[in-house]
């Protein structure tokens, strides 16, 4: 039987129409859970810091878009799209994704019942769990419940929050960061429980995208510490050192928890830690553990008088691609009997590294400190003393004039595609569905929090996030901009 670790005397989650995924309505519930301090992994890790010279941290990213593409125009995950179109591209391989969603499930557990000290980070788009329970693949779910809830596996596995629809932060309308966090946290709570939610502390951005814009970078590590999250995985070229450097300029600074700090147009500040994910191609590294095998050859690093180990993080799809699909196996599963055989280098999952280098006297504060990419050049050109709304953005349209590589489109995984240019025929409806929405919901949830669990906000705030999904930019203008048109215009009618 799969436990579902319900400690909490709160309220199930759940859809409030079958067809709708449970995305809203218990608020309360889940700030009460996700707000706390409380050590995650202190109680259970069985790592010992002084014994380590350095460590390494993998994430599998999985994701399948929601699109209108059931027999009648239905909502189904692309998954399911792929299964019933086989001859259309890649569709064949909709078994073998399957399999992957599914396989952390037979993996840790084989390689800890067998002695072995895995680690291991999941991200799951909120679509891609809807998609699960829509095709009823119990097999996938049970799996990730067994890892996820039962107490002899669950701590080698720690899920990463993110947004429910796949949403790139810097496109996305600064009103819905927390909504599409929310999101994730009901929807990940009504599958695995309240219990595993408090758990969820690490947040892994869609695409490695990560704003520059200093209002949206601002407003977005806030809403993640309103969230409860105490750190996100960044890409290492998406920032910078205050004096502009990048981080490959400045050693092992970048294999250590950074502190990323933000400031608004306003001269407010907020900070987060951020575990920086080293550049490269991503599937191969994380196919063939290269995070391990670089983590052989780090030494400790000093934080003020105390020796720590580094971490290498790296996160890449965790089924796309022909090495995930078909190297990670080999890759992952030997891993741990080597290092039961070497013994000083291990694997971290996140939470656990930070709260590790806690113990040992290491705060936030003592982190090296990081930027979003681009910002030294705008705050080089104000006074720090007098930073206002006009001011900045004086310097945001002056700087292009002066310096073609500099822009506010964020940075991502990859430096060679926009998730802006280019796509004013979706950005503009994503904008005005948001806006509409806003203008009908907001009030109405002022005055009656309860709102938010009616049937009709429920459906409104799903086409709200739908069209927000990167994938209807990321696979280019054709049948991916006309699902975001329809979802768009399916929209439209609910907040009119």
Same mark, same amino acid.
């Given at each position: ?168 932060? @810097? ?217 206002? @709304? ?15 590589? $500099? ?64 994938? $209807? ?24």
């Amino acid at each position: 039987m799969i436990a579902t670790a319900q400690s909490f005397n709160l309220e199930n989650i759940k859809g409030l129409k079958p067809e709708l995924p449970p995305i809203s309505g218990w608020e309360r519930e889940i700030t009460s859970v996700v707000q706390h301090d409380d050590s995650v992994f202190l109680s259970t890790t069985n790592i010992t810091l002084d014994n380590v010279k350095a460590g390494f941290a993998c994430a599998l990213h999985m994701h399948q878009p929601t699109i209108p593409a059931g027999k009648k125009g239905e909502l189904i995950c692309n998954l399911q799209n792929m299964f019933e179109n086989q001859d259309v591209g890649d569709n064949h391989n909709a078994e073998v994704f399957s399999w992957c969603y599914r396989r952390m499930g037979e993996f840790i557990p084989r390689i800890v019942d067998n002695g072995g000290n895995p680690r291991i980070m999941l991200d799951y788009s909120g679509n891609l769990l809807w998609g699960f329970q829509q095709m009823q693949s119990y097999d996938i779910l049970n799996e990730l419940k067994r890892i996820t809830c039962e107490s002899q596996y669950q701590p080698y596995v720690e899920w990463l929050g993110t947004m429910w629809s796949h949403a790139v932060a @810097p496109s996305t309308p600064i009103p819905d960061l927390k909504l599409q966090m929310r999101a994730w946290q009901h929807h990940f709570a009504s599958i695995f429980g309240y219990d595993a939610l408090k758990r969820v502390k690490g947040f892994s951005p869609p695409e490695m995208h990560l704003p520059n814009n200093p209002d949206t970078l601002f407003e977005y590590i806030k809403a993640l510490k309103e969230c409860g999250y105490r750190w996100l995985l960044v890409q290492e070229d998406s920032v910078e050192r205050l004096d502009g450097r990048n981080l490959h300029q400045n050693g092992d600074d970048k294999y250590v928890p950074n502190r990323l700090v933000a400031r608004n147009s306003y001269g407010e500040t907020v900070s987060i830690t951020a575990l920086i994910k080293t550049q490269g191609s991503d599937t191969k590294l994380v196919a063939q553990m290269q995070p391990y095998h670089e983590a052989k050859s780090r030494e400790r690093y000093k934080i003020r008088d105390i020796e720590i180990p580094c971490c290498v993080s790296q996160i890449a799809d965790g089924e796309n691609g022909g090495v995930m699909m078909n190297e990670f196996p080999d890759g992952f599963n030997p891993v741990w009997d080597k290092i039961k055989e070497e013994g000083n280098v291990v694997g971290f999952n996140g939470t656990e590294y930070i709260e590790l280098l806690e113990t040992a006297g290491v705060n936030a504060n003592d982190y090296p400190t990081c930027q979003a990419v681009g910002q030294h050049k705008i705050w080089n050109k104000i006074d720090l003393n007098n930073v206002t @709304p006009e001011v900045v953005a004086k310097a945001i349209e002056e700087l292009p004039t002066i310096d073609d590589r $500099f822009h506010m489109d964020g940075a991502s995984w990859t430096d060679n595609l926009s998730w802006v240019n280019g796509y004013e025929n979706v950005l503009e409806p994503m904008n005005q569905l948001s806006a509409d929405f806003h203008r009908k919901f907001d009030s109405l949830v002022q005055r009656d929090p309860c709102v938010t669990k009616t049937p009709e906000y429920q459906e409104a705030l799903l086409y709200t996030l739908l069209v927000e999904t990167s994938c $209807f930019r990321y696979w280019g203008q054709g049948i991916w901009t006309d699902y975001a048109h329809e979802l768009y215009n399916r929209g439209q009618r609910l907040v009119k």
